[in-house]
């Protein structure tokens, strides 16, 4: 029977792995935004302002962030137009170094990185409903904490089960094909950045608080009310000094770097749209660019915003914004009372497109590792909608797994365990990214016949910058955030014994039985 035109179409719109390419520049770029934009340019403004002390150190901030996440993007478009397939960044760790460093990648983002972010975003989104709507909260218990020794718990309150319902909910819409997903991407990024873009335009045109402009930017360094930054282990007590903000060029320096773990995390995933290069139309050309026009257009709304709230906001009232949400209160500063329930209406749909991004995404990084016998092998196939369902499916419930799991703090009450394990592997984020642009330097001498579509800007020099700066964060983050990096490189090697068990495993089921010819 000859084929009908809608049936050719569908035959060529699919890969040769099975993938259907459908994610378009546009498409690819709303990936990157999408998956950037989630509630933390919403609240880590109070802390970065605690951390450096100075309306001129919570902007420098984020200009370090923008400049660093700009040319970390730029950078990786070289690698992306190379190996334009399903897994991103393990791609080109594996395709860099070895499978070994490819697989430490992708341990740390199934593990921590991608579902504890999801997981996250997902009370995030719960939380900020329950200002809709009081009943959803934390302490409306279906199952009470159950004690799981002195430090742990285990636990199902309302908030719990409507982060748990988000996630699957988003899962199983994301199994049904790479078109809805995108489709669910598109509207909910574009209505999440026109939301983060009415929050800018009303501040510097409608709210803007002649006091508290006079306040930040006739005092943009002074110091106030610096929280003191600590040597992050008492050997490292009497060899690194307690850092204050202001305390000179070197204090400056310690604080821009230690502020560094709100604003990157907050910019991070803009590597997303590598995962899923099997399902983009043109890779070559699309992953990069989207990478770069995402970023770039996230960077400039990030530190748009931070200047809006210093438009409207005394500097001590950013320093000490209720439960941190700085947006609500420069929103509630414009428009009264009203203001909190639409910042909670914003932050409700951002989250929300948040989180399918991030779930679209994250699975495409389990299938590759599938295919290269490191991961079960089941997640390597795809499903009749040519995504991969067993591996979306394996992401999302271990994510339940993360929101279920709490901590149990000293005073009695209760943390969230995917906290703690997201502030470890900042770290180790920050360590992959750094390999992963070394990799471009080791990549032009290994194969320097190589097809490359794209070239990193500003080679050798942007990714050489990017590289020392951001070692220099991360030495920054050994000498005083001690504690939780070393739990996060912790993390990284545990991947080292279970790579070589898989490994072991995979060899040995790959060898013939004896007696076979």
């Known amino acids: 029977m000859a084929d009908t035109p809608s049936s050719t179409r569908a035959v060529q719109a699919k890969s040769e792995a099975g993938f259907v390419r459908a994610i378009g520049l546009f498409d690819g770029t709303m990936i990157v935004v999408g998956s950037m934009i989630g509630s933390g340019i919403y609240i880590v403004a109070a802390d970065i302002s605690r951390q450096t002390g100075s309306p001129g150190g919570l902007l420098l901030t984020w200009v370090l962030t923008g400049l660093l996440t700009i040319s970390a993007a730029l950078s990786y478009g070289e690698l992306a137009s190379m190996f334009p397939s399903a897994g991103g960044q393990y791609i080109y760790l594996r395709e860099a170094y070895s499978p070994l460093w490819g697989f430490l990648y992708g341990w740390t983002l199934f593990l921590v990185i991608q579902t504890g972010t999801i997981a996250a975003v997902a009370v995030g989104f719960a939380r900020f409903l329950g200002v809709l709507l009081p009943s959803i909260s934390a302490q409306s218990w279906v199952i009470p904490p159950l004690n799981l020794g002195s430090n742990y718990a285990v636990s199902l309150s309302v908030q719990q089960l409507v982060a748990i319902v988000m996630v699957l909910f988003l899962t199983f819409l994301n199994t049904l094909g790479v078109r809805l997903g995108k489709l669910i991407q598109n509207i909910f990024t574009s209505a999440k950045t026109l939301a983060l873009l009415g929050l800018i335009t009303l501040a510097i045109f409608v709210g803007r608080n002649h006091a508290a402009i006079a306040d930040n930017f006739s005092h943009f360094w002074a110091i106030r009310d610096a929280v003191p930054i600590e040597p992050g282990a008492n050997f490292l007590r009497g060899m690194v000094p307690t850092i204050f903000a202001g305390s000179g060029v070197f204090g400056l320096f310690v604080a821009l770097g230690v502020a560094q773990v709100g604003s990157l995390f907050s910019s991070d995933a803009w590597n997303n749209i590598g995962f899923t290069a099997a399902e983009v139309k043109n890779p070559k050309r699309d992953v990069a660019l989207a990478m770069a026009l995402g970023t770039i257009l996230?960077?400039?709304?990030?530190?748009?915003?931070?200047?809006?709230?210093?438009?409207?906001?005394?500097?001590?009232?950013?320093?000490?914004?209720?439960?941190?949400?700085?947006?609500?209160?420069?929103?509630?500063?414009?428009?009264?009372?009203?203001?909190?329930?639409?910042?909670?209406?914003?932050?409700?749909?951002?989250?929300?497109?948040?989180?399918?991004?991030?779930?679209?995404?994250?699975?495409?990084?389990?299938?590759?590792?599938?295919?290269?016998?490191?991961?079960?092998?089941?997640?390597?196939?795809?499903?009749?909608?040519?995504?991969?369902?067993?591996?979306?499916?394996?992401?999302?419930?271990?994510?339940?797994?993360?929101?279920?799991?709490?901590?149990?703090?000293?005073?009695?009450?209760?943390?969230?365990?995917?906290?703690?394990?997201?502030?470890?592997?900042?770290?180790?984020?920050?360590?992959?990214?750094?390999?992963?642009?070394?990799?471009?330097?080791?990549?032009?001498?290994?194969?320097?016949?190589?097809?490359?579509?794209?070239?990193?800007?500003?080679?050798?020099?942007?990714?050489?910058?990017?590289?020392?700066?951001?070692?220099?964060?991360?030495?920054?983050?050994?000498l005083y955030r001690t504690q939780t990096s070393g739990k996060g490189l912790a993390i990284v090697l545990i991947g080292l014994p279970v790579y070589w068990l898989w490994s072991r495993y995979s060899a040995r089921a790959a060898a013939p039985s004896p007696g076979m010819n």
């Not at 389990?366 to 067993?390: C, E, I, Q, W």
């Not at 032009?444 to 190589?450: D, L, M």
Request: proline share 5%; glycine share 8%; with cysteine.
């Open 298 to 478: 996230v960077i400039t709304l990030y530190c748009l915003a931070n200047f809006a709230y210093l438009l409207t906001l005394p500097f001590a009232h950013i320093q000490n914004a209720p439960d941190d949400r700085v947006a609500t209160a420069a929103l509630s500063a414009i428009l009264g009372p009203v203001g909190a329930v639409l910042m909670a209406v914003a932050i409700i749909i951002s989250t929300f497109g948040c989180n399918n991004g991030l779930i679209l995404a994250g699975s495409r990084v389990v299938y590759a590792m599938a295919h290269d016998k490191l991961f079960f092998r089941s997640t390597g196939k795809l499903n009749k909608n040519g995504v991969p369902g067993t591996a979306l499916l394996l992401q999302g419930a271990w994510v339940v797994v993360l929101i279920l799991l709490r901590t149990r703090r000293p005073d009695g009450s209760y943390g969230n365990l995917y906290n703690d394990l997201l502030d470890y592997v900042v770290f180790a984020v920050l360590l992959f990214y750094v390999l992963t642009i070394i990799g471009i330097f080791v990549l032009r001498s290994k194969r320097p016949g190589a097809e490359r579509p794209y070239r990193a800007f500003g080679y050798p020099f942007v990714p050489a910058l990017y590289v020392v700066v951001a070692s220099a964060i991360m030495l920054v983050l050994l």
